[in-house]
């Protein structure tokens, strides 16, 4: 990214940062708000409707009360206080009493708790109502919510109970109130709110049909069923937002009211709904402003970022492309440097660096070659030097040999001459190495099996595994099958991995165990190579694959380094992974056939 385009991601990021951060307080604070009004909205409704349920609770009383009172109950109670009592006759009693006093619940219960007569289902004359038998002071009880059985279903009635003495019986009169819509349009709601009634038809848990409105059954009645079932669970105040459609404005808070009987049973729930449109209107308009606002700071950045950049990038292109003639080779580059300001004392450093670094190339070239000249020396006369001093010893005792009794000399030569072979082979093997490093030959590409080239590998030392004389060295392989194949030169590949088998061999003169494992991987293949040897440090392994580095007593330190140039030339990555006493582990990583990393 250019530093036009930077200035101007700046800009663009600072005046969006800034409008997004004014738009998140004020929707922030525009939601606190919203939700404080619905909380004195809530409350208010919530207040209302305990004050209506108590105005109809007293209204029940009382004339569930004056029923009690009257002459003709009074009368009826005595006539059913005898040893045989008619209840046929007054089987429609409590239907007119009902239609009289405006109660839409209305029964007559005889001492025993059999219905003598009941206004809301008349088909129920002679059943038994034995809990109004229950030692209650009705009169201290009041008005309480009751689930009432009707003949067509069930409904929520706030009912209350008085005792009709007449001599030693008693004659009950329950009666009662509906609680469903029209109660609900009573209510004076405030605007974007709206009151529910939810009535449990039994253990079972929620009905649908059972939630209505002051209008009517409530749509989509299965999306509110959940919170009602929750607050069933958990008796309790509780809340939660409704999304009715895809549109977040048609979102409504929920305030949910247990509503509880005589037992503190839950029979249904009173919830309070808040429309969420007007808060979602407004977020929306904010957002539409914000995104204005934003735009044009955009538009704005883009000609302040030109306009700066003009001013700035052009002696910056200046210094980038001096850098590059510098890199490329050209060294005598200048930069004008006409300003005062910090890109001219920028480009004065630059021209002061080019003049020293051109004086300092000469002598950093001919001091590199002496240090590379002496480190070949050091190195050679270190490798060369082990050889050759069993040569001169060699050669000295055949002299002595020939000097002192010739007649031995024969048996002598022979002996000397074979050490002089094998010392020669380990020079000769010693340049060999070296000559190796110098000129690696490019791999020959085809496509192979990592696989075969382990197992093949492995192969050739089998009988330095279990050597005479030395401890045994216990192999393991673990080949996954099928593994994909690679592009590889198999002679390389394979040069590489005996070189690690071998560095594992000596680094276990105690027998151990060496351990080959093939895996894929997401890029292609891995080759692990471990033993059970006695590791490395972290410096050691830092240094491991540097030319001329050895842990061992005799070793030119060409192997890793021979290693790494053929993982290297294989598109691949080596790395080594070891602890002191704990072993060592090389892993290699080869891309897949087709695929180069």
């Not at 008693?170 to 819509?181: E, I, T």
């Not at 895809?246 to 503190?264: C, M, N, Q, Y």
Request: aromatic share 6%.
């Amino acid at each position: 990214m250019n530093f036009r385009a930077r200035l101007l991601a700046v800009f663009a990021l600072t005046v969006v940062v800034a409008v997004g951060l004014v738009a998140w307080i004020i929707a922030f604070r525009t939601r606190d708000a919203f939700r404080e009004l619905d909380s004195q909205r809530t409350a208010a409704l919530l207040a209302q409707f305990r004050r209506e349920f108590a105005r109809r609770a007293q209204e029940v009383t009382d004339r569930v009360e004056g029923i009690a009172n009257a002459e003709d109950t009074l009368r009826t109670a005595s006539a059913l206080s005898g040893a045989a009592p008619d209840y046929s006759a007054y089987v429609d009693a409590a239907g007119d009493l009902a239609a009289a006093h405006q109660l839409d619940f209305l029964e007559l219960i005889a001492d025993d708790g059999t219905l003598i007569s009941s206004a809301q289902w008349p088909a129920r004359f002679g059943y038994k109502e034995v809990w109004v038998r229950e030692p209650v002071d009705w009169v201290a009880q009041g008005a309480f919510l009751k689930s009432e059985e009707l003949a067509d279903g069930v409904a929520l009635g706030v009912m209350a109970v008085r005792a009709v003495r007449a001599g030693d019986k008693n004659l009950y009169v329950v009666g009662g109130r509906k609680l469903d819509r029209e109660f609900l349009a009573s209510l004076v709601l405030p605007a974007g709110m709206r009151a529910l009634l939810y009535q449990d038809v039994g253990p079972s848990g929620a009905a649908p049909g059972s939630l209505v409105d002051a209008s009517g059954p409530v749509n989509q009645p299965d999306k509110l069923m959940p919170l009602i079932v929750r607050a069933k669970q958990s008796p309790g105040e509780s809340s939660a937002t409704i999304t009715w459609t895809k549109d977040p404005a048609s979102a409504e808070t929920f305030h949910v009211i247990p509503l509880t009987g005589r037992e503190k049973e839950v029979l249904g729930m009173f919830l309070v709904g808040a429309s969420l449109e007007e808060q979602v209107e407004l977020e929306r308009h904010i957002r539409g402003v914000a995104i204005l606002v934003a735009g044009g700071g955009i538009v704005l950045g883009i000609i302040m970022s030109g306009w700066a950049a003009g001013r700035v990038t052009r002696p910056v292109k200046q210094l980038a492309a001096a850098s590059r003639q510098v890199a490329g080779g050209d060294w005598n580059v200048h930069v004008d440097a006409r300003s005062g300001d910090e890109l001219g004392q920028l480009a004065r450093a630059f021209n002061q660096m080019t003049e020293q670094l051109i004086q300092q190339r000469d002598r950093l070239m001919q001091a590199e070659r002496v240090a590379a000249w002496r480190e070949l020396a050091r190195r050679l006369a270190h490798e060369l030097k082990n050889p050759l001093f069993p040569l001169q010893i060699t050669v000295e005792n055949m002299l002595r040999a020939r000097e002192s009794d010739p007649r031995q000399f024969d048996e002598v030569f022979r002996e000397s001459t074979s050490t002089l072979l094998a010392e020669l082979a380990n020079l000769r093997l010693i340049i060999g190495r070296f000559s190796d490093f110098a000129k690696m030959p490019p791999p020959e590409l085809q496509t192979v099996s990592l696989n075969e080239i382990v197992c093949g590998a492995l192969k050739l030392f089998e009988a330095q595994l279990h050597a005479p004389g030395k401890k045994p060295i216990t192999s393991q392989l673990d080949l996954q099958e099928p593994l994909s194949p690679i592009q590889a030169d198999p002679q390389l590949l394979l040069r590489a991995v005996q070189n690690l088998i071998l560095n594992a061999l000596d680094a276990m003169p105690s027998g151990g165990m060496l351990t080959l494992r093939t895996r894929a991987t997401a890029d292609g293949v891995r080759l692990e190579v471990s033993d059970t040897g006695k590791g490395l440090a972290k410096e050691e392994c830092e240094r491991l694959f540097t030319p001329y580095y050895t842990t061992k007593q005799y070793g030119t330190g060409l192997g890793l380094a021979i290693v790494q140039s053929v993982v290297s030339d294989h598109g691949g990555k080596i790395a080594v992974e070891s602890e002191p006493e704990r072993g060592t582990t090389f892993l290699i990583d080869l891309p897949a056939e087709g695929r180069k990393q």
